[in-house]
């Protein structure tokens, strides 16, 4: 019932930027928080980014001063604008939700993911 959209992956050079969106569809009542985690080839997936209702965000350590993370209340909507791009952001990013659907009960969702790919 609940699906989250991600667009905005792709193959870039080192230093550019990028900006990764995230919009979930159905019947959704209210979204608790939104984050953006990654996972590259043989290491394990970690978070990059996320954001509560309120607006408090909180960024992993490897992205901090390069990456925001936004949100669209109105839409439900979160994008990822991932600036200075480095190859070991090189990874599929994955967008995630805590949703309060509008019948059911509340669930973690995610993306199908994207890729990332920034080359030297």
């Known amino acids: 019932q609940v699906q989250l959209v991600e667009s905005g992956g792709g193959l870039v050079q080192a230093g550019k930027s990028l900006r990764l969106s995230c919009t979930p569809s159905?019947?959704?009542?209210?979204?608790?928080?939104m984050g953006w985690y990654r996972q590259a080839p043989g290491k394990q997936r970690e978070m990059v980014a996320t954001?509560?209702?309120?607006?408090?965000?909180n960024y992993a350590d490897s992205v901090k001063g390069r990456f925001t993370i936004s949100r669209d209340n109105a839409a439900n909507t979160v994008y990822l604008q991932m600036n200075s791009l480095k190859p070991e952001d090189t990874a599929v990013y994955y967008c995630?939700?805590?949703?309060?659907?509008?019948?059911?009960?509340?669930?973690?969702?995610w993306g199908q993911g994207t890729q990332v790919t920034v080359s030297s």
């Open positions: 159905g019947l959704i009542l209210s979204i608790n928080s």
């Open positions: 954001i509560v209702s309120g607006g408090s965000t």
């Open positions: 995630s939700a805590e949703v309060v659907p509008f019948r059911g009960p509340t669930s973690r969702y």
